[in-house]
Structure formats: C-alpha cells, structure tokens
C-alpha cells in the first residue's frame, strides 16, 4: 500500500468494515468468520440435498436472523452470513449470491427469483486506492411482501418498499418506494400497483 489511508486511526480493518468505513480485507477475524460461512453454506447444501433433518439449524448457524417458515434453496453464497437478516415466510431460490460485508435485511413474506446479488460492497472509483485493495460497503433494506425476479442484483445502499415488485434481470441502483413494480437497468419504476 503505496499511502497509509489509515494514519491515526486505530481501529483494526474488520472495525473499520463494521462501521461502514473504508477499509483493507486483511484482518484474520474477518478471514476465519469467512472461512466458517463458506463451510456452513456447504455444510447446508449438502443437507438439503440429503434430506437431513438438521439443515435448518444449519442455515440458522449462518445467519443473523432467520424467520420461522423462512427457506433458502441451496446453494446460497455469502461473505459472512452473519450479516443477513430474514424474515418469516420468506422464500428465496437456488444461486442467491449475498455479500454482506454490510447487513442485509429481507422482509417478511419475500420471494427472491433463482440467481439474486445483493451486493453490499463498494469499491473507489479512483484507481490508485483500488489498486490498494481500499473497499468499504452499504446496507441493503428489503421490505415485507418484496418479489424480486429471476437475475435482480441489488446494488449498495438499495432500499426496496413493502410489497414492491422488480421484474427479472433488473438491476437496482437507487431505492425503490413501495408498492410499484420497477424493471430495466437501472431499474425504473413503470406503474404503481
């Protein structure tokens, strides 16, 4: 790292990460919370795909917040699962990829279309603090009652209203109010519902 972008602060990388501000992913606890969210999503597809009873708990284990009745079908992709907070009913299909290097919150009653990003993390524009490896992250907010279709990726900072509806293959860069339906990319409202 050419310049030190962190003089006088005496936070480590992984507080930095937490606290939303920039940082460099090298710290170890970060790099072992992975390493166990990587296990335990295997550990999970390969119950579901065995019709083990103790999957659930498995997918728990991962996640922050898991409501009851909600179901992930494998295989599902995260950094840490800790981050990610779902909610009852809700039900999300096969290929979800979620980076929550920031949290995540899923409403309840929620459906997510097979191969979903929801993608917390932000890199700088500028090329000599990327080349440093400097990244940061936002949250993302999804409402009760929200269907996101086939392919939807959900950019940093997103928040999606209650009971909105995002058509396949749509990418959200801005929030979305509730009740409408939003497609294209970016994603733009098209009608209230």
């Known amino acids: 790292m050419a310049q030190d972008y962190f003089a006088g602060d005496p936070r480590t990388n992984r507080e930095r990460m937490l606290a939303g501000d ?47 009745g909600a179901f992930i079908k494998p295989p599902l992709f995260v950094d840490y699962g800790e981050n990610i907070h779902i909610g009852p009913r809700t039900f999300v299909n096969y290929n979800l990829t979620a980076l929550d290097v920031a949290t995540i919150v899923i409403g309840a009653d929620c459906q997510l279309g097979p191969g979903v990003q929801l993608l917390t993390p932000t890199h700088p524009v500028e090329p000599e603090p990327r080349r440093d490896k400097l990244e940061a992250a936002r949250p993302i907010t999804i409402g009760d009652n929200v269907w996101l279709g086939g392919g939807v990726i959900v950019c940093p900072g997103v928040t999606i209203g209650d009971n909105t509806v995002v058509g396949a293959g749509a990418v959200v860069t801005r929030d979305l109010p509730a009740n409408v339906v939003a497609v294209g990319s970016p994603a733009r409202v098209v009608r209230e519902i």
């Open 22 to 68: 920039p940082y460099v992913a090298d710290d170890q606890e970060s790099a072992r919370l992975a390493q166990r969210a990587l296990a335990l999503a295997d550990a999970y597809h390969r119950a579901v795909v065995g019709g083990d009873d103790g999957a659930r708990s498995l997918l728990a284990d991962l996640l922050g917040t898991l409501g009851d």
